[in-house]
């Protein structure tokens, strides 16, 4: 309701607006009849008594209103508008008398403009001071027992009709001009806000769009640093492969020679010559040793080395390594002795590396074993034997190798020791046996890359146990090893 | 292949076009006794050696040859009736396991690795000769 204080500015304005475009439209309307009135009055000289006047007041009242309007504030403008519609009527008055003054019924039309140009309830204000305007002039003119008559008491309740309808209506016309401008501004509001969010969204598109950007970058950077390691790497294994390959060759003319002159094979030597042979031929021994176990270890430590795992017989690879074990207890008292549990299962290994490690462990038991029996034992663990027979998980499913000796042994605080890369038991010992320090520490990578696990049990002066395990080969295993190349399981199962 | 009654008196060949390496082993294998044993440099002369032998049993191979590389010889050899069914073993510096793997696939009988152990290879001749496979 526009005379209510209202926190939209906005709306005041609005409806203010509206009020003055009307009140222009009925000043332009005044002005217009009186022209009209004026000209009326100068062609027709008998009704011009009345209208001369009358437009002359509408005249002046248009011009006066228009200044102010043009000039001041808006509600002179229309006081004096107002002021000016009265006094014409009034202006009447020196025509007809009361009760017979048609104009006093254009009241209510005052009435009606004051409550829409001013505000509603002002009508009621300017109805009452009509009536009390007119019944005044009334009076002057003599005829105040009129007032109290029908047509003046119809003029004022119809003044104050008007005031109520106008009133009303301007409320109502009013409220609808608010909820129009309300639903405008909330249309408004909800643009804005969409406007913000489509802004909101695009940024975050943006945003994403930089983001894919950086990502794919990043992936591509990623891409480049993994392609540039691999090839690093691969640039070093050639490099060790081919170092490998170049130091082997000339340790094969220092190893063989020496060999060849330290046998006397071409002549005898003096003692010292001997010995400088010996040292000769031990040292070029010694280098090939550390060359390998240092090929592996590079291999190993990147990760490199890939198992060909098949289904195997264990008693296979046995073969392989013990045919070396055997020629190295030469000069020895050693016995070699062989326990197989009956029926072992196929095992799922890379074989070659299997005999790496089990040759790795049987030349260390004779390495430590002056006299005395080497025994080299295989067996299932109970949980296979449990799967074997059909019941039970054969997750846990291994077969135990051993290689038990009866030599020096290993003190309990070096047994872990044993297994770190470039460590022995002792110092000393390493002098008087050699070895490079690297064989335990790969047999026990080997072994768990194959899922099985090395361990060493020993009591010092009595000997040394080394355990590891290997995963039995499951039914699905073999029948894809016999689908791959059957002739190669056959071949083994041969052996 | 057939077994040698005296490992002596078998026919070996070496191919290896490393002058010391075949030095080494043929002192060691002459002053071993063996009695019959030739030496190459390459495959390429190869066969009128073979036709010329009255049998082969053991030829020792290197791998890392000039030209003609060790699996393309094995190839030969294995064509060839005098060599088919004997025993061949690679001799090679390259120990890379794929290399021992790849040995094992094309048909070499044993896998000797260089440098050659002076101590051991009589034994592995007379092993080899008697039908024994060496992989380590």
Request: with cysteine; hydrophobic share 45%.
């Amino acid at each position: 309701m526009s005379n209510e204080p209202t926190n939209e500015p906005r709306l005041e304005e609005y409806t203010q607006s509206l009020r003055e475009d009307s009140f222009v439209a009925l000043l332009r309307s005044l002005g217009i009849a009186g022209m009209i009135l004026l000209c009326g009055s100068l062609i027709s000289n008998s009704r011009g008594a009345l209208a001369l006047p009358v437009s002359g007041v509408f005249l002046a009242t248009y011009w006066l209103s228009n200044f102010i309007r043009v000039h001041g504030p808006y509600r002179w403008a229309v006081v004096v508008f107002l002021a000016g519609a009265l006094a014409s009527i009034i202006t009447t008055f020196f025509f007809y008398r009361l009760p017979e003054n048609p104009f006093i019924f254009f009241t209510p039309l005052v009435v009606v403009i004051a409550g829409i140009l001013l505000r509603p309830r002002v009508g009621f204000v300017v109805a009452t001071g009509t009536s009390l305007l007119l019944a005044g002039a009334a009076v002057v003119g003599g005829d105040q027992a009129q007032v109290l008559q029908l047509p003046f008491l119809a003029s004022v309740m119809l003044g104050y009709l008007s005031a109520t309808v106008a009133m009303l209506s301007s409320q109502s016309f009013f409220a609808a001009v608010e909820w129009a401008i309300d639903s405008y501004h909330k249309v408004e509001r909800r643009e804005t806000q969409l406007f913000e969010s489509e802004k909101q969204l695009q940024r975050a598109l943006h945003e994403k769009e930089y983001l894919n950007s950086q990502l794919s970058t990043s992936n591509k950077e990623l891409e480049r640093a993994r392609a540039l390691a691999e090839y690093a790497n691969r640039m070093k294994s050639q490099f060790v492969a081919n170092m490998s390959h170049e130091l082997r060759t000339p340790l094969n003319a220092i190893i063989g020679f020496s060999y060849i002159l330290k046998q006397e094979l071409k002549g005898p030597l003096c003692a010292d010559q001997q010995d400088y042979m010996s040292r000769i031929y031990d040292s070029g021994n010694y280098l090939l040793k550390l060359l390998n176990d240092v090929l592996d270890d590079a291999k190993l430590e990147a990760g490199r080395i890939d198992l060909q795992c098949e289904p195997t017989p264990l008693e296979s690879v046995v073969l392989d390594a013990q045919v070396t074990a055997s020629s190295l207890t030469l000069g020895k008292s050693i016995e070699l002795r062989q326990e197989f549990a009956v029926d072992l299962p196929l095992v799922y290994i890379d074989r070659m590396r299997v005999a790496q490690v089990l040759l790795n462990l049987l030349s260390n038991a004779v390495k430590f074993t002056e006299r005395g029996v080497i025994t080299l034992r295989a067996y299932p663990t109970a949980a296979a034997l449990r799967a074997a027979n059909g019941d039970g998980w054969a997750g846990e499913a291994y077969v135990v190798v051993e290689v038990e000796d009866t030599g020096i042994g290993i003190a309990k605080e070096h047994q872990t020791l044993i297994f770190e890369e470039f460590r022995q038991a002792d110092e000393s010992l390493s002098r008087r046996y050699g070895g490079t320090g690297l064989g335990l520490p790969i047999s026990k990578r080997l072994v768990e890359l194959h899922g099985g696990e090395l361990h060493v049990s020993s009591m010092i002066g009595h000997g040394s146990t080394f355990q590891f395990t290997l995963p039995i080969a499951t039914e699905a295993q073999i029948l894809a090893a016999n689908d791959r190349h059957g002739e190669l399981v056959a071949y083994d199962e041969e052996l | 292949m057939t077994v040698v009654e005296r490992a002596e008196d078998a026919y070996i060949i070496l191919i290896e076009d490393d002058p010391n390496s075949y030095l080494v082993v043929e002192e060691l294998v002459k002053h071993a006794g063996f009695k019959h044993f030739y030496h190459r440099s390459n495959g390429t002369k190869l066969v009128p050696l073979l036709e010329a032998l009255p049998q082969v049993d053991l030829i020792l191979l290197d791998i890392g040859l000039p030209g003609e590389d060790g699996f393309a010889v094995l190839k030969r050899l294995r064509a060839h009736p005098q060599s088919a069914r004997a025993h061949i073993a690679a001799v090679t510096a390259n120990i890379m396991h794929h290399t021992r793997l790849r040995a094992k696939d094309a048909g070499f009988d044993s896998f000797i690795s260089k440098p050659i152990r002076p101590d051991k290879i009589c034994d592995q001749i007379r092993g080899m000769l008697n039908g024994h496979a060496f992989w380590w």
